[in-house]
Structures are given as structure tokens and as C-alpha cells.
């Protein structure tokens, strides 16, 4: 279980790590090739929410690779799944039926928390 969550959670990390640094550093310009819906939201909301996702991502990695507070980890993988149902709502209102990704990382967040709750 223990090399399990650290697949999936290093990826899941992974990810949101790259995602939210984008978000916090580059323009809406250059973002929009990337994410049709950055123009649907104040430039501060993508920022908080790209710092939203580093923390998050730090959160699947640091508390248990230290032992302190391991609670934090199942609680990032929830933050995630709520962000992902948030995300899926944001682009079936903007008429974007892309939400695969959501999908996928959805259900990537569900099996870490269950992973992370075994350890």
C-alpha cells in the first residue's frame, strides 16, 4: 500500500504542482491555449487557485513523508476531488464537454484518499 500511495499521489502531486505554478505565473494569454475558461474568472481566483493546487500538492507529500500531521494528505486528495467536481461544473456551464481530465484526476484524488487512509 505504501509504494501505492506513492505512485499515485507523487503523480497526482506531480500534476497540480505544474498546473497551479502555471496559473500562478503566466498571463491569461498564455494560459488560454491551454484552458479555454481563464476568461470566465478574475485573474486573482486563478491565482489563488494555481496557489491553491501547490499547496494542495504539497500537502499529498510533505505530511507523510515527515510524520507530521499525516491527516493533511487524505485532506488534499479531498480539497482535489472537490476542486475536480468544481472544475466539471465550470466547464459543462461554458458549454466545454472536454472534462476527461477532470474525470480522470477525479477519480486519481479518490484512490489516494483511500490509499492514504491504509497507510
Same mark, same amino acid.
Given at each position: 500500500?505504501? $509504494?501505492?500511495? !506513492?505512485?499515485?499521489? &507523487?503523480? +497526482?502531486?506531480?500534476?497540480?504542482?505544474? *498546473? &497551479?505554478?502555471?496559473?500562478?505565473?503566466?498571463?491569461?494569454?498564455?494560459?488560454? #491555449?491551454?484552458?479555454? !475558461?481563464?476568461?470566465?474568472? #478574475?485573474? @486573482?481566483?486563478?491565482?489563488?487557485?494555481? *496557489?491553491?493546487?501547490?499547496?494542495?500538492?504539497?500537502?499529498?507529500?510533505? #505530511? @507523510? +513523508?515527515?510524520?507530521?500531521? #499525516? !491527516?493533511? *494528505? @487524505? *485532506?488534499?486528495?479531498? &480539497?482535489?476531488?472537490?476542486?475536480?467536481?468544481?472544475? $466539471?461544473?465550470?466547464?459543462?456551464?461554458?458549454?466545454?464537454?472536454?472534462?476527461?481530465?477532470?474525470? &480522470?484526476l477525479t477519480v486519481t484524488a479518490v484512490v489516494t484518499i !483511500? +490509499?492514504?487512509?491504509?497507510?
Amino acid at each position: 500500500m505504501n $509504494i501505492a500511495y !506513492w505512485i499515485v499521489a &507523487g503523480l +497526482l502531486a506531480l500534476f497540480y504542482f505544474y *498546473a &497551479g505554478t502555471l496559473k500562478v505565473i503566466r498571463s491569461r494569454d498564455q494560459l488560454r #491555449p491551454m484552458m479555454a !475558461w481563464v476568461d470566465r474568472i #478574475p485573474l @486573482p481566483a486563478l491565482r489563488a487557485l494555481g *496557489a491553491v493546487e501547490i499547496l494542495g500538492a504539497t500537502g499529498l507529500v510533505l #505530511p @507523510p +513523508l515527515t510524520g507530521i500531521a #499525516p !491527516w493533511l *494528505a @487524505p *485532506a488534499a486528495a479531498i &480539497g482535489f476531488v472537490l476542486l475536480q467536481i468544481g472544475a $466539471i461544473a465550470v466547464h459543462l456551464s461554458g458549454q466545454d464537454r472536454r472534462i476527461a481530465l477532470n474525470t &480522470g484526476l477525479t477519480v486519481t484524488a479518490v484512490v489516494t484518499i !483511500w +490509499l492514504a487512509v491504509r497507510l
